[in-house]
């Protein structure tokens, strides 16, 4: 599944970095891409949306 996320407070490489890692932690599998001029990620993950939000908002980087 792909899960798209607006994250307002992404805003530089640390901020990809620790939201790359955060679903990393969840599932080693996934694949990330974060854009911090839009402040998009992408997840291709197998998880539900749910399980990434949860993950992504433990870290800080809540979506909106």
Known sequence: ???E???PNL???HCV???TEAV???DAA????????????AV????P???????LADAGYAPA
């Not at 291709?44 to 998880?47: A, G, N």
């Not at 949306?49 to 993950?55: I, L």
């Open 49 to 55: 949306r749910e399980a990434v939000e949860r993950a």
């Open 1 to 3: 599944m792909n899960h």
């Open 30 to 41: 996934s694949e990330v891409k974060a854009d911090p001029a839009t402040r998009q990620v």
């Open 24 to 26: 990393k932690a969840v």
């Open 17 to 19: 970095r620790a939201v």
């Open 44 to 47: 291709l993950t197998e998880l």
């Open 5 to 7: 996320f607006s994250i």
């Open 11 to 13: 805003s530089c490489g």
